[in-house]
């Protein structure tokens, strides 16, 4: 349940989970505002970081230890890209998907880049889950 592969894992891409996307959302904030139909982000001093990060933790805890179990001990990155693209395809595009369908909060580019920046970020995560884990096993 916890051997160091996981342990090292689930630290890379936890980090790499709660740093990136800020800085990605940060980027690009100017140009999602004006497909912005209803505003539903929290004010700066509202954000509970602490819960923030529990949750990308279990995010990235259980991402890594699907992985472990699906690759069956065969740590390369091609497993961890292919993992990353379907797990970002059965959790990501697939809700976006369901939400555009069913909420009237943005437009359609937001679903779209959301969709496609997270399929990149499960696919990336899943690469740095392969070299972790190869080199701490």
């Not at 509202?46 to 890594?64: D, K, M, Q, R, T």
């Amino acid at each position: 349940m916890f051997s160091k592969s996981i342990l090292w894992s689930t630290i890379v891409v936890f980090v790499f989970f709660f740093i990136t996307p800020y800085f990605f959302y940060w980027a690009t904030a100017s140009c999602i505002q004006e497909y912005v139909r209803i505003d539903i982000s929290r004010p700066d001093n509202e954000l509970n970081l602490g819960l923030l990060a529990f949750g990308v933790l279990l995010l990235s805890y259980a991402f890594v230890h699907i992985f472990h179990k699906w690759s069956g001990g065969i740590f390369s990155n091609k497993n961890g890209f292919i993992f990353g693209f379907w797990a970002s395809l059965l959790v990501v595009v697939s809700m976006s998907l369901i939400r555009y369908a069913t909420q009237n909060a943005f437009e359609a580019p937001i679903y779209i880049l959301d969709g496609i920046y997270w399929t990149a970020m499960y696919a990336v995560g899943g690469v740095l889950i392969a070299v972790v884990s190869r080199k701490t096993s």
